[in-house]
């Protein structure tokens, strides 16, 4: 009843509500219809009030958590006294709530969230380029607009069948995986996407390829974040360190920037070939402009031009193909996109806290895996152990905003998560000392260890030796001291703040 109250009470209109706890006026007393106009007054009234606190919630207004719970609260005791009185029909009420509730998320299916079946978001032929499409199985005619042509395109072209069955079967979960995480990182990266004409089909592609929707994703060769940007091309198109010790090429807005201006610099130099622009994306765009050079601007898909690339590369385009591919027609292939509630909001910090412990008292709300994943992407630049002082707005979503308010604020739940992030394991063992010998008080002698003295509280670390993939800002959080302090002390120049794993630093200024 809880649960399905606190879900969707919101749905139940005021007519269905007074209708639904009326019984006939003839088989009612004057006490229990008086009793049921009560009921039927305290219902509306707290109805009112839960839809004036979901507006201060989305307004992001911390109070509209707790409105919102008082008046679900109302509710419930208005369903249990309409229990208890003769001809208060709360049956019938619950029947309609559950039809209102299934109706309520029809809809939602039909038109909120993300449509399984869109094009609104991709581009025509005439769209990308002046000049006709090749009768080859060409991306950009796949990625173009929903007609059996280009669902024709898709098998004539094994690569792509091939890479298609591939993300059914075996890498069925990476792929909802990355829908899910893309989900939450939308509103970030497909503007840039949007703002160039480009497919955002083919920018989830990219991502479900590259990192399955992990910011902090890295690879052997030294590209890092959702796009995976190597050094160098990431600092051609603004990307890198940005004075505090966090790169940006782990920031889910910039590099979809990023990767939006690299793909329109290879429309602009090998035409509309989405085929070789994703040759170039992870090929270099070196071999492929000498390829599509050499080759008189010839497919991709043309053996002459195929061949010319790595294996890996081969791979790689089809791959993204597909997965752009499922994106805009999961329906035909049996798959089902979960969705999720990714609406954007901002948590404001009431008391320090890292990742870590926002994790645990959030809980899972409803989703399978809980929100870490999420926290890390929407704010890539703070690691998961680091402590983030109070006051710091995180980005997050309107449902995790409301959980923060309920259980990491106050209460048992935020005091078990702080006290689970601070243990110490190390704390854990304990030495036993000599033994002694001991006399009770019956004359009789006893033998029992030496209690162990009292453990000193651990010196603080006065050295702090960088790990692979660690940024001074990371350490200087962790440490609770200055970055320019930090870098001051062991000759770290900025802006970049550049450091080398196995580097030992020393911790002056540091807490």
């Known amino acids: 009843m809880s649960i399905l109250v606190r879900t969707a009470c919101w749905l139940l209109p005021a007519v269905l509500l007074s209708v639904a706890m009326s019984a006939p006026a003839h088989a ?51 369903l249990v006294e309409c229990g208890r009185i003769k001809g208060c029909n709360n049956a019938g009420l619950l029947a309609s709530f559950k039809r209102l509730l299934k109706a309520q998320a029809d809809a939602a299916s039909a038109t909120g969230g993300e449509a399984e079946d869109v094009d609104t978001t991709v581009i025509d032929d005439s769209g990308v380029a002046g000049v006709e499409v090749p009768d080859s199985a060409s991306a950009a005619a796949l ?46 990266m497909s503007p840039a996407f949007k703002r160039r004409g480009l497919p955002e089909a083919l920018l989830f592609g990219i991502l479900a390829k590259e990192s399955n929707g992990r910011v902090h994703a890295r690879s052997r060769a030294g590209a890092v974040g959702p796009l995976q940007f190597m050094p160098a091309t990431g600092r051609r198109f603004g990307l890198g360190p940005d004075g505090t010790g966090f790169d940006t090429r782990y920031d889910p807005r910039a590099s979809a ?11 602009a130099e090998l035409g509309n070939q989405i085929e070789l622009w994703l040759a170039a994306y992870n090929g270099g765009e070196g071999r492929a402009r000498r390829v599509y050079q050499e080759t008189g601007g010839r497919s991709f898909w043309d053996a002459d031009v195929y061949n010319q690339f790595p294996p890996e590369t081969k791979d790689y385009v089809p791959m993204v193909i ?17 969705r999720v509630d990714a609406r954007p909001a901002f948590i404001q910090l009431q008391r320090p806290a890292s990742i870590y412990e926002l994790t645990i008292c959030l809980g899972n709300g409803g989703t ?22 109070a006051g710091t707005r995180l980005n997050a979503t309107v449902r995790m905003a409301g959980l923060y308010e309920r259980w990491c604020t106050r209460g048992a739940r935020a005091e078990l998560a702080r006290t689970l992030v601070e243990s110490d394991a190390a704390t854990a063992i304990v030495r036993v000392g000599d033994m002694e010998t001991v006399t009770r008080p019956d004359g009789t002698v006893q033998q029992r260890p030496v209690a162990p003295a009292p453990r ?56």
């Open 456 to 511: 000193a509280a651990p010196a603080r670390p006065r050295t702090h030796r960088v790990a692979s993939g660690e940024t001074l800002a990371a350490i200087a959080r962790r440490y609770q001291c200055s970055v320019r302090a930090l870098a001051s002390a062991n000759g770290v120049r900025p802006p970049a703040y550049m450091l080398r794993a196995g580097q030992t630093l020393k911790l002056e200024g540091c807490r």
């Open 257 to 267: 920037d990023a990767a939006a201006a690299y793909l329109s610099e290879r429309y």
């Open 143 to 188: 990625l173009a607009a929903e007609d059996r042509r280009f669902l024709e395109q898709v098998k004539m072209n094994p690569a792509v069948q091939a890479a298609i069955r591939r993300w059914l079967t075996d890498m069925r979960t990476s792929l909802i995986t990355s829908h899910e995480n893309y989900q939450y990182m939308q509103h970030m």
């Open 368 to 389: 399978r895996d809980g929100y870490m994943r999420v926290l890390r992407n929407l704010n890539p630049q703070y690691e998961a152990d680091a402590i983030i002082p």
């Open 322 to 338: 597909a997965a752009a591919w499922l994106y805009l027609h999961p329906k035909e292939y049996g798959l089902a996109f979960p």
């Open 28 to 78: 009612q007393s004057r006490r229990a219809q008086a009793a049921i106009d009560a009921l039927n007054e305290r219902m509306l009234a707290a109805e009112t009030r839960y839809r004036e606190a979901l507006v201060k919630i989305r307004n992001a207004d911390p109070a509209g958590v707790d409105e919102g719970n008082a008046a679900l609260e109302d509710m419930e005791d208005v």
